[in-house]
């Protein structure tokens, strides 16, 4: 396995690279991508910088340049639905380009010639995603975030959620907006602006990904103001700590062979 792990921000990759065991900097058109091990998992970090196309061809170059067989991303993003809080986790069960409609010449949402709207990540991996960060929660949270900033940031409780996430080149600071894609789509828990791009990669390409994100903000007008002191001093932490559980258990339980990410 060669784990390729996307962060579309530096902040939300801190720390990765500097855990990495040898670590080689290798640069390929715009981007620095840094591989080594961590905890002893073959793994190959990069920021994708933000937005689809973005991250699209990131992903691409992880798995066409540098090999990798699995693809990781974690990050940050707004929140939904009302269930879900700043500080808590969504591990996505499903993706959706919320700002794709070449309707009418095809039904809204769905990605043209593919006969698709939504894309499932692998199954397997997701899991284990999602155990690490339950664990995470449980076992990790109070040390790895001081009191002040749980008190500052109101982490009560942060919960996982398992979802639909949709992705979209747009930050989301608009409760109009929001309520119109929830009626659009039904059991949307985040929404953020890589996830579905990497997806729609990883689907053409057969390659397993999970992705991981912090809910940050609520996606409505208070979305911006302290987005980036959250990244840094909460959501690196979870990424961080997150990883590095799901790369312990990948070490001691590797992956069954399958490549079940797919599309509906
Ligand atoms: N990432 C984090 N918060 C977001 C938002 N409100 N909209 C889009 N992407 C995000």
Known sequence: MRLGIISALQEEQAGLVEAMRGPSRLIHGKREYFAGHLWEIDAVCVLSRIGKVAAAMTATTLVEKFGVTHILFTGVAGAGDKSVRVGDIVVAESFVQHDMDASPLFPRFEVPLTGLTHFQPDQQMAVRLSGAAHDFLELDLLEAISETERREFRLEQPRVHRGLV?????????????????????????????????????????????????????????????????????????????????????????LQFSSDSAGT
């Open 166 to 254: 949709a992705s979209g080149d747009q930050f989301v600071n608009d409760r109009e907006r929001l309520n119109a894609m929830n009626d659009a789509l039904p059991g949307l828990v985040a929404v953020e602006m890589e996830g579905a791009a990497v997806a729609q990669v990883c689907f053409e390409l057969g390659v397993p990904f999970a992705v991981l994100r912090t809910i940050s903000d609520n996606a409505n007008e208070n979305a911006a103001p302290d987005f980036m002191r959250f990244v840094k001093s909460v959501a690196a932490q979870y990424a961080f700590h997150i990883t590095r559980r799901m790369c312990r258990d990948l070490k001691d339980a590797p």
